[in-house]
């Protein structure tokens, strides 16, 4: 057995030194001495035929012969590894006068772009950025805006509903009404609430069925209809420039009253109108609706409408976006066309 154990080191020796002449030959030598099946690993299983006397002394022997292989391959697999390396070294070349890659950086889209912006404006006046659910109840989405389900407003919002009760909102003003809730006492709130919106509505140049929206809440005693057209002019002024003007025109939404439609003069031709075919001519473009809040919206989330009064405004993140960057096709948006969106 002891010799039989030599000779199995001399043939390792000899097969890992001259028989293996890269990292697949030197793992068949590997197979063939301590595999599953290999001459070592089959002299530890006719182990059992021996002595008692004669186990430790072969097992030791076999041992060792193992440690003295594994050792033996595992210093000609790094002396092979480094010969192919200085062979493909030696065969490749590297020509340093080829331009580098450029690597492309990452740009934020145009919508992110105008969202920032949108809340950097708010937050400079101090207002708090709120967040909601978009899978919301309709007592939130419409009835706690004082839309009652039979009231007939809400045939203006063709909305996803998942069950009688549960739908994709159709605005952010489901989290005005929440964030009002988590108010006690007529507490004062300033806040912008940004965030997708859901309506049935076509694809098109000028619509989507998904679109973002920031609405805004203010509420505190002695809040005017004034206090709402500063803010709005002041954030006009700051998103589209000094010489931007605002003009208010009556409107009705069920949530506010008195309610208006908000118009900045046209981006395009300055205001003056003239052959203008994003403003046609009139010098002004719809950018959001706002008005003062309903005493009913402030009753039903636990304000006193004899104590505070507030303001609130909708806009279209899109709409804005295609007004400052000069788009004329809300589409290009969520297209991801990567010449479009390198523009910015």
Not at 115 to 141: A, C, H, S
Not at 235 to 245: I, N, P, S, V, Y
Not at 287 to 299: C, M, N, Y
């Amino acid at each position: 057995m002891e010799e039989k154990i030599l000779s199995i080191r001399r043939a390792a020796r000899e097969a890992v030194s001259s028989d293996a002449t890269n990292l697949k030959e030197l793992d068949a030598v590997r197979v063939r001495f301590l595999g599953k099946k290999g001459e070592l690993t089959q002299l530890l299983r006719g182990m059992n035929q021996l002595s008692a006397e004669e186990r430790p002394k072969v097992g030791k022997l076999v041992n060792e012969a193992r440690a003295e292989i594994e050792s033996l391959i595992a210093d000609k697999t790094a002396e092979l590894k480094s010969k192919e390396l200085a062979d493909k070294l030696a065969t490749e070349s590297i020509d340093i006068t080829l331009p580098g890659r450029h690597a492309h950086a990452g740009r934020l889209h145009p919508l992110t772009l105008t969202l920032n912006r949108v809340k950097e404006i708010f937050l400079q006046m101090g207002y708090t950025v709120e967040d909601g659910p978009e899978v919301e109840t309709d007592y939130y989405n419409f009835e706690a805006l004082n839309l009652p389900k039979d009231h007939p407003a809400r045939d203006m919002q063709d909305s996803f509903y998942i069950t009688d009760d549960i739908l994709l909102r159709s605005q952010t003003s489901p989290v005005q009404a929440r964030t009002m809730e988590r108010h006690k006492n007529n507490e004062p709130i300033r806040m912008i609430a940004p965030g997708r919106v859901y309506r049935r509505d076509d694809y098109d140049a000028s619509h989507s069925p998904m679109f973002t929206q920031v609405e805004g809440l203010v509420i505190d005693k002695g809040i005017t209809f004034g206090d709402l057209k500063g803010t709005l002019e002041y954030f006009l002024k700051q998103m589209f420039g000094e010489k931007a003007r605002m003009r208010l025109r009556p409107s009705f939404f069920p949530f506010t009253e008195p309610s208006a439609e908000v118009d900045v003069s046209c981006v395009m031709c300055g205001g003056h109108g003239t052959d203008c075919k994003v403003c046609r001519g009139s010098g002004w473009l719809e950018i959001l609706g706002a008005g003062s809040v309903h005493p009913d919206v402030l009753s039903m989330s636990g304000y006193d409408p004899s104590v505070v009064s507030g303001f609130a405004f909708g806009m279209g993140i899109e709409r804005i976006a295609m007004l400052k960057y000069g788009v004329d096709d809300l589409r290009l948006f969520y297209d991801n066309d990567v010449r479009f969106l390198n523009q910015f």
